[in-house]
């Protein structure tokens, strides 16, 4: 079974940047779908960003201009680049892979592998 382990997480000021990473343990990483998700407490999971094996990628709407996904399939890791984070951004984050995904959307219920999630906290 896949492992996947998060790391970057940590506490940063309104404005400020993280980058997220993501290893996996697997020769065959480049051939999946790859992305972030984040949740809060009492909340569902939420998608911020997804990248095909062609790099093809997507962005929730709340981070786009701010978020950059990339992934290295040489080093088998995929990364979250976070820049002028906002204190709503305050959630853990979890790196989660696909074989198939439903393009039109963009839900947790696509991704069957997850890692075990690195907190993101961010104050004003």
């Known amino acids: 079974q896949a492992e996947l382990v998060e790391s970057g997480g940590g506490s940063v000021q309104a404005g400020g940047s993280l980058r997220l990473s993501c290893a996996a343990d697997?020769?065959?990483?480049?051939?999946?779908?790859l992305a972030w998700f984040r949740q809060t407490p009492g909340k569902e999971r939420e998608g911020v960003a997804r990248?095909?094996?062609?790099?093809?990628?997507t962005y929730a709407n709340f981070v786009k201009g701010r978020f950059t996904i990339s992934r290295d399939n040489a080093k088998n890791t995929l990364y979250l680049q976070m820049n002028s984070l906002k204190p709503e951004d305050t959630a853990i984050y979890y790196c989660?892979?696909?074989?198939?995904?439903?393009?039109?959307?963009?839900?947790?219920?696509?991704?069957?592998?997850w890692g075990q999630g690195t907190q993101v906290t961010v104050s004003t």
């Open positions: 989660a892979r696909a074989e198939r995904v439903d393009w039109s959307r963009f839900v947790s219920e696509d991704f069957g592998y």
């Open positions: 697997e020769v065959t990483f480049g051939y999946y779908i």
């Open positions: 990248i095909a094996p062609n790099d093809l990628s």
